[in-house]
């Protein structure tokens, strides 16, 4: 849908070239800027992403000999079934990226200090 827009040729050929570089799953926006569509294949770039950060992982894993990691410390998992969920997801994908993944867990009376956490 164009917004009562007429478009040119030369747009037809951008959203073309657009198509061809980003696939025919693409979803129109419109910018803020100047009401130009916005072509965003978002499955495509997700995928462009994490396989740059997989890339991203084995240098790291080859420069330092170690292993990145995501570690993700929740309190208060009981009422924030939502956050739990977020975590597990992210801690899915990071396994997917060949990384380390480390969940933490503590009931909010936990009496722990800041030490505590940072020794984890």
């Not at 696939?23 to 994490?50: C, D, M, W």
């Not at 998992?77 to 380390?100: F, G, I, N, V, W």
């Amino acid at each position: 849908m164009t917004r009562g827009r007429v478009w040119t040729s030369r747009e037809e050929e951008e959203e073309e070239e657009e198509k061809e570089k980003w696939g025919e799953n693409i979803t129109k926006g419109y910018s803020q800027r100047n009401e130009k569509p916005l072509i965003v294949n978002g499955k495509h770039l997700a995928e462009t992403v994490f396989s740059k950060v997989r890339e991203q992982v084995h240098e790291f894993r080859q420069q330092y000999d170690r292993t990145p990691g995501l570690a993700v410390i929740l309190i208060d998992t009981e009422s924030r079934k939502d956050s739990l969920l977020y975590t597990q997801l992210k801690h899915k994908k990071a396994q997917e990226l060949d990384m380390k993944s480390f969940n933490y867990c503590f009931p909010v009376n936990n009496d722990m200090s800041y030490r505590d956490i940072l020794s984890l």
